[in-house]
């Protein structure tokens, strides 16, 4: 059985791949460029919420809350979580592409993201702040929860 905190950490990102495939899903369905818009940001918090997951994975087994027959498990999660992630990005963006008459996936990505100030930042944080995992620091102290 994971721990309590890592349940919390996996129901936070749970919730996360539930919001995106929805996303995908009828950003698909409608042929909808506006709402596969808001896939991409997602898919990065949902990046970022698994590298915490792995790293609050790690300090757990350093004050032994967590095994590392758990950690197989988990570590299974969450590489197919991120699979199914990077699936709706591939979606998202691909009905982004077609629209534009365009199909670089590779140049589409780097521009929205390099774009300051931009919808995608603004979607990207409200993501982060929606999806944000417990503070790091009931691990640091050898507690979780």
Sequence with gaps: EFSPMAKKELATLTDAIREITMITTK???DNDSDLAARVE??????DRIITEIKSNHVLRLQHGSCTIQMG???SDILTNYERISDHCSNIA???IEVEQNSFDTHEYLCRVKEEKNS????MY???KSKYNLPERNYIENGKDD
Excluded: D, G, R
């Design 72 to 74: 197989f498990v988990l």
């Design 119 to 122: 919808a995608y930042s603004q």
């Design 125 to 127: 944080q409200e993501y």
């Design 27 to 29: 950003a698909f369905a």
């Design 93 to 95: 963006v691909t009905i």
């Design 41 to 46: 940001p997602l898919e990065q918090v949902i």
